[in-house]
């Protein structure tokens, strides 16, 4: 089974008027994934009413920094640099962490979820948020997976942007492995490929940039070669994706050339890992994505590829 799960409320956060990451977003999934011809029931919505607890957001991010976000619910502020918060985004923020520890627990029984979280989360670093993340969804399902018994959890970031404060959270923890592949050079100017972990963590975190212009063959060709090998060594007890589809052509904020179909490709590959390593337990989140008319398409490529 591959639900995917959403909660209106995470259309609540409202950035500003012409910004990017805006409701609008969710949108153009929901209306794709509706299209003709229909989905199997079992891709259709579910609306899950999870909210993030305090204690749930402090297992990464420092709690002065969840009080003081919490603090801010109904209210305008900033989470951080580029992360403004409206009146809903707090409570947006927590419905799509709670949609990220629901499906966590989905995937745990064997399911494969697709969480339509917003805000974005990859950039939020323990101390604060930045890059339009508030809290950061991959580094909570990660923390409550591995409080479920999960003992190694591999995060896969395909996300145009280098999921800066993932690889931060964890950068020292041997039981998560982080993989990026992202533009570079590019916001937010991290994740080189000399960036391998540090500690304990040493040779957890794998970074590949590649340049503006790249293509799907490009990603794949990454996949095969170091992707797949690293997890398989691994042998991770869950999958996470933070799925991101700002790599597409013609993004407004990236510049790489993938398409749909090489997203639902991407997907298919991770799911292969999943069924080999993990008994098909894994778990995608919704990161960015801006072309509103074709970001449906891209999900939809990705849920068909998980059924």
Do not use: K
């Amino acid at each position: 089974m591959s639900p995917v799960l959403y909660h209106p409320a995470c259309r609540l956060h409202d950035p500003g008027r012409d910004h990017a990451e805006c409701p609008e977003r969710l949108d153009a999934i929901l209306d794709a994934l509706a299209a003709p011809p229909l989905l199997p029931s079992g891709a259709q919505p579910i609306i899950t009413d999870r909210r993030a607890t305090a204690a749930e957001l402090s297992r990464v991010h420092t709690r002065p920094y969840v009080t003081r976000v919490l603090s801010l619910e109904g209210r305008a502020g900033r989470a951080g640099p580029e992360a403004p918060l409206s009146p809903g985004s707090v409570e947006a923020a927590c419905r799509a962490a709670g949609l990220a520890l629901d499906g966590v627990e989905r995937a745990m029984r064997g399911e494969r979820p697709f969480a339509l979280c917003r805000p974005p989360g990859h950039h939020a670093r323990a101390a604060g948020g930045m890059g339009f993340c508030v809290f950061n969804n991959a580094a909570v399902a990660a923390a409550a997976a591995r409080a479920a018994g999960a003992e190694r959890v591999l995060i896969v970031d395909w996300d145009v942007h280098h999921g800066n404060g993932t690889q931060e959270i964890f950068y020292s923890d041997p039981a998560v492995s982080f993989f990026s592949i992202h533009q570079s050079p590019l916001y937010p100017d991290s994740g080189h490929a000399s960036e391998r972990g540090a500690g304990a963590g040493l040779g957890a975190t794998r970074n590949v940039p590649l340049p503006s212009g790249s293509d799907g063959a490009d990603y794949l060709r990454a996949f095969r070669e170091v992707l797949i090998p690293d997890a398989e060594a691994f042998s991770p007890d869950l999958i996470l994706v933070s799925a991101g589809f700002d790599a597409h052509q013609g993004d407004p904020l990236g510049g790489m050339w993938l398409t749909a179909a090489d997203y639902g490709r991407l997907c298919a590959e991770v799911r292969g890992i999943a069924d080999r390593r993990c008994g098909g337990r894994m778990l995608l989140l919704l990161e960015g994505g801006y072309r509103l008319d074709t970001l449906g398409a891209c999900a939809r490529a990705c849920v068909e590829a998980l059924r």
